[in-house]
């Protein structure tokens, strides 16, 4: 009889504690989707407003207008250099032929700023190509400049204050009159791709910082990928178990969790005071951030070594193969998927990297395009930096576009880290 009577308490026990059980699972999964609903708006929003402000930097307002490639207006002096000519009274004659009525000083002045000063390089250019223009008469699509080209994008109100605008009235006025004239359209932007950096907005492109990032980045793989991956297999493979290798894995853990800055402060003291290697070069940028991804490819490479069965080892060793067969002809191909996997997330990591950068100089202003790895040079995350800090409306909208290509950039390396996965990975 106490038996039942202690059954039937614990029972009910149970059976009242149910509920509770459910409803905290219940809120519990409740709690989980609006964590998941909140980091997804988070990134709709992110995502929404980087492509918002930056799409519009992938067009460009162009004006058609007619040069006249004339030989005394190149060259009043006499002697034609097209290094010296007068390509920028070429554009300002050309933008004055539209607009006749314009004669005070002043106003010819307002009225050349509608063209960027990017126009005279453009027909510099072009008459370098083909010396048969000198002495035509053609019509060519010049870029505006980034004040017309914000208005034409809405970047500008037209009822805000004529003191508060960086466009006068009369300019546009001039600008609508090109409009209405069919002298105005836009078109693909290749100078952002095309260009390097430069202090006007509608000329400056991210080909400098592209480049340079990618010399860094095949400087990175080049160093991390092979030290880091015969680190991994000697910790996991050779190395006696003792408290050195203990030692030593608590330090690669710990500097894998380092301030990226403070690998700056190594790169500046050890390559560059001490070995003098050129301030502001891929070299440079790339040996500092190998030293930021190596503790990131060792962990990764270790976790993929171990992941191979130890089955796979002993089936080896008990047919005759030597501990090196065994760890190269068996267990590297098997690990390698996740070792590869682990260096791609590593220059993923390196290539969104700026505070290393900063520290070595890659900051500074520089408009050449890299032609080596020893070459002054940036890398976008600093070009996003620069751009950010510039306070015209126009680079903001190119700063947007430079992070919109690194995301591209990124997305696209971790799609290929996976593709390469796919296609390699071996399954027992």
Known sequence: MTDTIKSLSTHDKVLAGLGKRRRSERNFRVFGLMATAVGIIFLAVFFTTLVANGSSAFMQTFVVLEFEFSEDALAPSGQLDLEY?????????????????????????????????????????LLRKDHSLLGSHIQLAVP??????????????????????????????WVDELVASGKIHSKFNTALFTNGDSR?????????ALVGSIYMLIVTIAISFPIGAAAAIYLEEFAPKNRWADLIEVNINNLAAVPSIVFGLLALAVFINWMGLPRSAPLVGGLALSLLTLPVIIIASRAAIKSVPPSIRDAALALGASRMQVVFHHVIPLALPGMLTGAIIGMSRALGESAPLL??????????????????????????????????????????????????????????????????????
């Open 200 to 208: 006007e907005p509608e000329l400056a492109g991210i080909r400098g």
């Open 85 to 125: 000519a007068d390509f920028d009274g070429l554009v300002r004659n050309a933008i004055r032929r539209e607009f006749p009525e314009v004669t005070s000083r002043r106003d010819r002045r307002e009225l050349s700023k509608i063209v960027s000063v990017g126009a005279a390089y453009h027909l510099r250019d």
């Open 359 to 428: 520290m070595i100089g890659m900051v500074a202003f520089i408009v050449d395009v890299p032609g080596s790895f020893t070459d002054p040079s940036t890398a976008l995350p600093v070009q996003v930096y620069l751009w950010a800090d510039s306070p015209e409306r126009a680079f903001a909208e190119r700063t947007s576009a430079a992070i919109i290509v690194l995301l591209v950039f990124l997305l696209l390396m971790n799609l290929s880290a996976v593709i390469m996965r796919k296609r390699i990975e071996r399954k027992w």
């Open 144 to 173: 505006t400049s980034s004040n017309v080209d914000m208005l034409m994008k809405d970047n500008i109100s037209r009822t805000v204050d004529a003191a508060q605008r960086t466009l006068s009235d009369k300019q546009i006025a």
